[in-house]
């Protein structure tokens, strides 16, 4: 495993050779919270507009699931290539331009005039999520490497906190203006801002120094996912990465038309998928720091999957007797589950090319599986005649998931990717008092 260990990353050079005035960490982690905030929204406000976008383009239940289903193929083929992309640019680059493709995708659904139009709009947002969410963790793991599972809970909660505002903000700015369209494309608005903010306090590499060669560092970021997809282990994370992530995507296309089929409003089931979404920041944010003081995060995972079977269930059989628990037992559970997911990936290496190679990959097969949950759901609704039978489809995936966490041992790291696996290190003991992302790791 020694070249996924050896993999060149033009930010990781950068990192040893800052200039004098690097970015503050604050400035650092608001720049990682700020480009969380805008990887949702694109998404979660679609559902909640369902009616309006239907009656506007003519798309059906089916054509309606492209909206998520081609973003989330893009986030998952572009996470592939997100090793590589990075090693030529650098994160910083990559990031910046990134943000900038999910502006323009944002932007452009002011003027669409069919179905088709807004479809490529969303694969233009999803083409700039990929690189983004391929980048992050790397990022995250060179900027704060002693840091890793708060700072991951962070941006997991940034990313479905964004993803709350758009469900819950959309509907009331189409009330406002009479057009579905403008609140699409507002979220360009948030989108530029971010980008504004990486460019400031996202580290950048000295100008005098010479960076690696852009086809030796294609050519070892490609052995290094080569070697990584040799290992089992990186298939078993794609793959309860990807069946977790396949509710999220469902939830966020069908849970407010499933409410407005029982007689809600756009604004109400809106503002239901909004309660999901902060469940889900909340917990992304609380379930890794608790699972900070040892490396063994599967009792909190389990317990997230738990939650989930629990939602599931409850919008399956008794969905109008408590749908705002229903809301925020699930959104916690998937929001909990997403962020200790991607903390096990960068667990497994210490090397922060090696970890964000592996997190890269687990995204790229995740979001491929779970891509296609929304379109599954879609159809098992045509046929069925109700949503019930996707949402029992969905707790079966959970379950299924949290019986595959089991194997998800810390003494079996070193079995799974060799020598260079992260448990050769042990969890550093806990200090008292809170851990503090802010400061300087050595």
């Known amino acids: 495993m020694a070249d996924m260990a050896q993999a060149p990353d033009l930010a990781a050079a950068a990192a040893c050779t800052r200039s004098g005035r690097a970015p503050a960490r604050w400035l650092v982690l608001a720049a990682v919270a700020g480009i969380g905030l805008n990887l949702r929204p694109f998404l979660t406000a679609v559902g909640p507009l369902a009616p309006s976008i239907r009656a506007g383009t003519g798309l059906t239940y089916q054509g309606m699931a492209w909206l998520t289903l081609l973003p989330m193929l893009l986030m998952g083929v572009g996470a592939f290539f997100g090793p590589a992309l990075r090693a030529r640019l650098g994160a910083r680059n990559a990031v910046l331009g990134a943000l900038a493709l999910l502006g323009t995708g944002c932007a452009l659904r002011l003027g669409v005039t069919d179905g088709g139009w807004l479809i490529a709009s969303a694969a233009l947002c999803g083409l700039g999520v990929a690189v983004v969410q391929s980048a992050c963790p790397g990022l995250v793991k060179q900027e704060f490497p002693g840091r890793v599972a708060p700072v991951m809970g962070l941006y997991s909660a940034a990313l479905m906190g964004g993803g709350a505002l758009g469900a819950q903000l ?112 909340g917990a992304a944010l609380l379930l890794p720091a608790l699972a900070a003081p040892r490396i063994d995060r599967r009792v909190w995972t389990v317990l997230a999957l738990a939650m989930q079977v629990t939602g599931f269930a409850g919008l399956a059989l008794w969905p109008d007797a408590a749908p705002y628990a229903w809301a925020v037992i699930g959104g916690a559970g998937l929001g909990g589950c997403f962020a200790l997911y991607l903390v096990v990936a960068l667990d497994h290496l210490p090397d922060p090319d090696s970890a964000g190679a592996l997190s890269a990959l687990m995204q790229g097969g995740g979001f491929l599986l ?53 448990p050769a290190f042990a969890p550093k003991p806990l200090t008292t008092g809170p851990v503090n992302p802010l400061k300087k790791q050595k």
């Open 170 to 281: 959309s509907p009331y700015v189409t009330a406002l203006s009479g057009s579905w369209r403008e609140a699409l494309a507002l979220w360009a608005l948030p989108a530029l801002a971010a980008l504004a903010l990486a460019w400031v306090a996202l580290p950048r590499a000295q100008r005098n120094h010479r960076l690696p060669d852009h086809a030796a560092s294609r050519g070892q970021s490609a052995g290094a996912a080569r070697a990584l997809l040799r290992r089992p282990r990186t298939w078993l994370l794609m793959g309860c990465f990807g069946v977790m992530n396949g509710g999220y995507a469902s939830l966020v296309a069908w849970l407010a038309p499933f409410y407005q089929g029982h007689g809600w409003s756009a604004p109400a089931s809106g503002a239901l998928v909004a309660l999901m979404a902060v469940a889900q920041a």
């Open 370 to 422: 779970a891509a296609l949950a929304p379109w599954l759901t879609a159809m098992l609704q045509a046929h069925t005649g109700g949503f019930a039978a996707g949402w029992w489809y969905h707790l079966g995936c959970a379950a299924l998931v949290c019986a595959l966490t089991l194997r998800l041992n810390p003494a079996s790291y070193g079995a799974a990717y060799g020598p260079d696996a992260a």
